[in-house]
T-cell receptor
Framework: GENVEQHPSTLSVQEGDSAVIKCTYS??????FPWYKQELGKRPQLIID?????GEKKDQRIAVTLNKTAKHFSLHITETQPEDSAVYFC?????????????FGKGTHLIIQP | DVKVTQSSRYLVKRTGEKVFLECVQD?????MFWYRQDPGLGLRLIYF???????EKGDIPEGYSVSREKKERFSLILESASTNQTSMYLC??????????????FGAGTRLSVL
């Protein structure tokens, strides 16, 4: 089955700086890569996703890049703000039929220092 | 807005008890999922269902079963709860691939403690 590795487990950055979280996946058939943000005591919420036919996607201060050859994908947050503090999870799945579940990374605790 | 509702936020049970965790979604989604979330381990898929009365094992199904008698409701069952099943349980639902976005929407979670 799919295996997703996520690094780092904890990331502390100064407010206003950029943050990068990296994930690798094992199954070359995976074609859907979402990122979820989970604030303390709350449910995970999708913040951005990318499909394997696209190399990069941006949404305001967040972007995701995908390297299919290397089986890497990364989340980039620019101009970080206190409300970006949360646990971020990457995930991978194969879509196109059935009810395939997501395989998640172990999470990155992002801390924004004032 | 999609609403995924889990019946309990906190649950305390004793070892050996039968435990039911309920999840209801209001978006007529065919696909529903149960995950458990543990510190340092992320979210792990227990079971999923692609339609009424259909179920498939996820990555860690041992000690669990599920029931999907109605489209909107997906139940996770611990036949005989054990202390290593103390965890946060998250339910999710999704429209099938090809219809709208392939997004999983999560419930608020049930924190289960087995004593």
């Amino acid at each position: 089955g799919e295996n997703v590795e996520q690094h780092p487990s904890t990331l502390s950055v100064q407010e206003g700086d950029s943050a990068v979280i990296k994930c690798t996946y094992s199954d070359s058939a995976s074609n859907y890569f979402p990122w979820y943000k989970q604030e303390l005591g709350k449910r995970p919420q999708l913040i951005i996703d990318i499909r394997s036919n696209v190399g990069e996607k941006k949404d305001q201060r967040i972007a995701v890049t995908l390297n299919k050859t290397a089986k890497h994908f990364s989340l980039h947050i620019t101009e970080t703000q206190p409300e970006d503090s949360a646990v971020y999870f990457c995930a991978a799945s194969i879509t196109g039929g059935g009810a395939d579940g997501l395989t998640f990374g172990k999470g990155t605790h992002l801390i924004i220092q004032p | 807005d999609v609403k995924v509702t889990q019946s309990s936020r906190y649950l305390v049970k004793r070892t050996g008890e039968k435990v039911f965790l309920e999840c209801v979604q209001d978006m007529d989604h065919e696909n529903m999922f149960w995950y458990r979330q543990d510190p340092g381990l992320g979210l792990r898929l227990i079971y999923f269902s692609y339609d009424v009365k259909m179920k498939e094992k996820g990555d860690i199904p041992e000690g669990y079963s599920v029931s999907r008698e109605k489209k909107e409701r997906f139940s996770l069952i611990l036949e005989s709860a054990s202390t290593n099943q103390t965890s946060m349980y998250l339910c999710a639902s999704r429209a099938p691939p090809g219809r709208a976005k392939n997004i999983q929407y999560f419930g608020a979670g049930t924190r289960l403690s087995v004593l």
